[in-house]
């Protein structure tokens, strides 16, 4: 079936560490790839999107590449601040599923100063 | 920008209670969502509806209903509320017009104790 693996956190940084947060699918075709954030008390929110393999999804210094070969989504940011503490989800969706998205776990990240 | 409300961030109800959790959209979205969140499990998917009245079953649909009435708001019921529903509550909404992959927004989630 169609699964997404994220790494197990909790990943603890120092203020200004480069970040990678692991992400690998599992899917029978080409699904879309998300990476949500969920800061402390709110809802989850979009971080960014990847349609295609080899599509980069990019926002607030945040990277992600689509990577069809290896099935991998890996998040990766080159300077973590402590306002980036929070809990990210690795997601993908198929077509015609109404949306449909399959989440992984997520993993928590906190930062320190 | 889309907003996505629960009507309760934080409830307490007792076992056996008839228990109702609220979602609203304001942006004629067609697809609504409800997912239940819980430690190392990530969020499953409870029902979701594709328009007024309709539904499907998620992934864990067991000792839940959910009641679609009008386009904006998609209730979430628990028949008989029992301990092992205690989580975390988050509903979200999604356009499937144009390209299939529209995210879904979410509400900030209710946190649903029972006791």
């Known amino acids: 079936g169609n699964s997404v693996t994220q790494m197990e956190g909790p990943v603890t940084l120092s203020e200004e560490a480069f970040l990678t947060i692991n992400c690998t699918y599992t899917a029978t075709g080409y699904p879309s790839l998300f990476w949500y954030v969920q800061y402390p008390g709110e809802g989850l929110q979009l971080l960014l999107k990847a349609t295609k393999a080899d599509d980069k999804g990019s926002n607030k210094g945040f990277e992600a590449t689509y990577r069809k070969e290896t099935t991998s989504f890996h998040l990766e940011k080159g300077s973590v601040q402590v306002s980036d503490s929070a809990v990210y989800f690795c997601?993908?969706?198929?077509?015609?599923?109404?949306?449909?998205?399959?989440f992984g776990a997520g993993t928590r990240l906190a930062v320190h100063p | 920008d889309v907003k996505v409300t629960q009507s309760s961030r934080y409830l307490v109800k007792r076992t056996g209670e008839k228990v109702f959790l609220e979602c609203v959209q304001d942006m004629d979205h067609e697809n609504m969502f409800w997912y239940r969140q819980d430690p190392g499990l990530g969020l499953r998917l409870i029902y979701f509806s594709y328009d007024v009245k309709m539904k499907e079953k998620g992934d864990i649909p067991e000792g839940y209903s959910v009641s679609r009435e009008k386009k904006e708001r998609f209730s979430l019921i628990l028949e008989s509320a029992s301990t092992n529903q205690t989580s975390m509550y988050l509903c979200?909404?999604?356009?499937?017009?144009?390209?299939?992959?529209?995210?879904?927004?979410f509400g900030d989630g209710t946190r649903l104790s029972i006791l």
């Open positions: 997601a993908l969706v198929f077509s015609g599923g109404y949306n449909k998205l399959i």
């Open positions: 979200a909404s999604s356009d499937p017009r144009g390209v299939y992959n529209q995210p879904q927004h």
